[in-house]
């Protein structure tokens, strides 16, 4: 069975950081693409970034683009997400996800995920 454990969330002022895990396990994890994603109540999931299979590819959303960076440790079986100088409008409940394949290019939507975590609230305050 394949699980997707978030950690790390929680509760920062503007322009402070934090790093966010998942931990995966039932899979393959060295042959999947990892993504980040945030949602916030009302809106729809939206991509924030992902990392191909091997990590030598990665893409960000612009609204997070010079401020977050993912990563994984295929050893590790985790992937991470560092934000820095977050802002209020970082709050949200960010999801990790798996995409199954040897990704060329980093997908950016939900469809292309096979498999998500519960979720981690990060709630930034002004």
């Known amino acids: 069975q394949v699980q997707l454990t978030e950690s790390g969330g929680g509760l920062v002022q503007a322009g402070g950081s934090l790093r966010l895990s998942c931990a995966a396990s039932?899979?393959?994890?060295?042959?999947?693409?990892m993504g980040w994603f945030r949602q916030v109540p009302g809106k729809e999931r939206e991509f924030v970034a992902g990392?191909?299979?091997?990590?030598?590819?990665?893409y960000y959303a612009e609204s997070v683009k010079g401020r977050f960076a993912i990563s994984r440790d295929n050893a590790k079986n985790t992937v991470y997400l560092q934000m820095n100088s977050l802002k209020p409008e970082d709050t949200a409940v960010y999801y990790c996800?798996?995409?199954?394949?040897?990704?060329?290019?980093?997908?950016?939507?939900?469809?292309?995920?096979?498999?998500w975590g519960q979720g981690t609230q990060v709630n930034v305050a002004s």
């Open positions: 996800a798996a995409g199954t394949g040897r990704w060329s290019v980093v997908k950016t939507t939900l469809k292309d995920y096979n498999y």
């Open positions: 990392i191909n299979w091997s990590g030598g590819r990665t």
């Open positions: 039932g899979l393959a994890f060295s042959t999947y693409g």
